[in-house]
């Protein structure tokens, strides 16, 4: 997501006696953040950043390829097959 600076001031929050830190409206707007989103709270030299957490877990393509359902192909010979009869069946229908 592309990062936007929502103003030049600084918004100023308050740490609640439970722990709490809202986040401005504006931001959780900007960043389609809703209630109950999820978020990793990482330390840095700078101060703390909130990262929202990822929806699945990271994954391989090893890992997920047998999760996708087995497609069975048609032969030239059965495509030509139903598109005939569909040919045929709309020709006697605007008949």
């Known amino acids: 997501m592309e990062t ?14 439970k722990g709490q830190v809202i986040i401005p409206k504006a931001i959780r707007t900007a960043h389609q953040w809703q209630s109950g989103a999820e978020f990793n709270v990482i330390d840095t030299p700078e101060g703390v950043l909130l990262q929202p957490k990822a929806l699945f877990a990271p994954s391989s393509l090893n890992e997920v390829a047998g999760c996708l ?9 059965e495509i030509d097959i139903a598109i005939a009869q569909k040919l ?8």
């Open 88 to 95: 045929k069946q709309e020709w006697h229908d605007s008949n």
């Open 69 to 77: 359902p087995v497609v069975i192909k048609k032969t030239q010979h």
């Open 4 to 17: 936007t600076n929502l103003s030049k001031a600084p918004t100023v929050t308050r740490l609640s006696s």
